[in-house]
């Protein structure tokens, strides 16, 4: 059984950039989550993908967007990056239903100059 | 709101000796809550949950955790401490709304002495 991989493992962007990050979920969930992890800080949910459509959005703006395709994968992106941006993006995937267990990847780490 | 508060921010513990990391959490109904943990530049490994039932439940790597309704707590415990435990760690409640969004605490950071 093959667990969530997210690529790349570490991006630099400067300001006003886009960038896009992929996750791979674990065989046979098709549910993913994106969190953000700042520096010191627990993860904060931005949004959550179920069969291919947005089921759920935390606080965060619009310029936060994403895709889940057909086997389940799914994309983050970001556009016009800010200096807070600056986080770790954790993908964790699930099998449908509130309370199942979320399974992490290891994370993007992202930095904005 | 819901909510998930981790008191300590650090703890330090000498290897071989017990530990307890707090956390407590604001929610309504019977809460789904999960413990992880980070180490360094890692993502986040789950150690074990409570949905219902027993409110004492078991995790891998010796953890367990017990609930307390009326406390509002779900304390993580381990009765001896070795030093590849050195980690941050998360108490996390699943959101009400029909969805599974976790709410996390701000994390214990534990450091161990040999």
């Known amino acids: 059984e093959t667990g969530v991989t997210q690529s790349p493992t570490h991006l630099i962007k400067t300001r006003g950039q886009q960038v896009t990050l992929r996750c791979s979920s674990q065989s046979g969930h098709n549910t993913v989550s994106w969190y953000q992890q700042a520096l010191g800080q627990g993860p904060q949910f931005i949004f959550q993908y179920y069969r291919e459509e947005e089921n759920g959005r935390g606080n965060f703006p619009p310029r936060f967007s994403g895709l889940q395709f057909p086997n389940y994968s799914s994309e983050l992106n970001v556009n016009a990056l800010e200096l807070d941006d600056s986080a770790l993006y954790l993908c964790a995937s699930s099998l449908g239903g509130s309370g199942e267990t979320q399974y992490f990847g290891p994370g993007t780490r992202l930095l904005v100059l | 709101a819901q909510s998930v508060t981790q008191p300590d921010i650090h703890i330090t513990v000498s290897e071989g000796a017990s530990l307890e990391l707090r956390c407590n959490y604001s929610y309504g109904a019977t809460p789904y809550l999960f413990w992880y943990v980070q180490s360094p530049g890692q993502g986040l490994q789950l150690l074990l949950k409570?949905?219902?039932?027993?409110?004492l439940v078991q995790g891998i790597k010796g953890f367990e955790a017990e609930f307390k309704r009326s406390q509002s707590s779900f304390n993580l415990r381990k009765p001896s401490v070795h030093w590849s435990d050195a980690a941050e760690y998360f108490c996390?409640?699943?959101?009400?709304?029909?969805?599974?969004?976790?709410?996390f605490g701000a994390g214990t950071r534990l450091a161990v002495h040999p």
């Open positions: 409570y949905f219902s039932g027993d409110t």
């Open positions: 996390a409640v699943v959101a009400s709304g029909g969805y599974n969004k976790l709410i």
